[in-house]
């Protein structure tokens, strides 16, 4: 890997470095990081699973996504928000997923907080994307660099903030900031990365919510 961050894949593609060449990480960068989403569910589901990923690498969330999806109801909020005691025991003894009380119980109060902030905004995507930094607030070269010195941002920070406000948990500046990153509401595929390329086109004719 070279300075910048760039490794070149069997295929002959350079890619930013973090998935080492795991074909199932490979995948999850090229197919899904940092393409923009709008659906409700699958931004509840990654902020959810930002918070699990808490002190873990996210390579070990998304090789039990499928489980997490089965244990909350496909992060669908309405239902995770009518979870009860049971559903938190169910899951707590739920070897295919982090069985971490809080974050359990949190992604339940955050289902609920969901349901409120869609009904004030009319979708979470309006929320979240409401958020969107502007071309002047985004660093003049996305490097290696530059991602390991800024965890955070002033955005991930002021959204951290009024998600706490809110009533949200486990949802700290860094977290905020990687689900934007996998979001899309930024495009932090590093310079030379073919990946960026094709998020910049996808960025430029998305619809915002």
């Known amino acids: 890997m070279s300075e910048t961050g760039i490794i070149i ?3 002959g593609k350079a890619r930013c470095h973090w998935h080492g060449n795991l074909p199932d990480y490979l995948r ?7 393409r923009p989403v709008t659906n409700d569910i699958r931004l509840f589901e990654k902020i959810c699973l930002e918070g699990f990923q808490s002190g873990l690498s996210w390579l070990t969330i998304l090789r039990k996504r499928e489980n997490f999806r089965a244990a909350f109801a496909g992060f669908d909020f309405e239902k995770v928000a009518r979870f009860d005691d049971h559903d938190i025991e169910r899951c707590v003894a739920d070897a295919g997923i982090i069985r971490h ?15 409120e902030l869609r009904d004030e905004f009319g979708s979470l995507a309006h929320y979240f994307w409401s958020f969107e930094p502007g071309h002047n607030d985004r660093p003049k070269v996305v490097d290696r660099a530059t991602l390991v010195a800024n965890p955070t941002t002033p955005t991930s920070v002021l959204i951290s903030k ?48």
Not at 101 to 115: D, F, H, L, P
Request: aromatic content about 10%; hydrophobic content about 40%.
């Open 28 to 34: 999850y960068h090229d197919e899904e990081w940092g």
């Open 101 to 115: 009380r809080g974050k359990i119980v949190s992604t339940i109060n955050n289902a609920k907080r969901a349901i």
């Open 162 to 209: 009024n998600l706490k406000k809110r009533g949200w948990t486990f949802v700290g500046p860094t977290t905020v900031y990687a689900f934007m990153q996998a979001m899309g509401l930024v495009n932090d595929h590093l310079e030379g990365c073919f990946c960026r390329t094709e998020v910049e086109a996808m960025r430029a004719v998305l619809v915002r919510p």
């Open 9 to 11: 894949g069997e295929d």
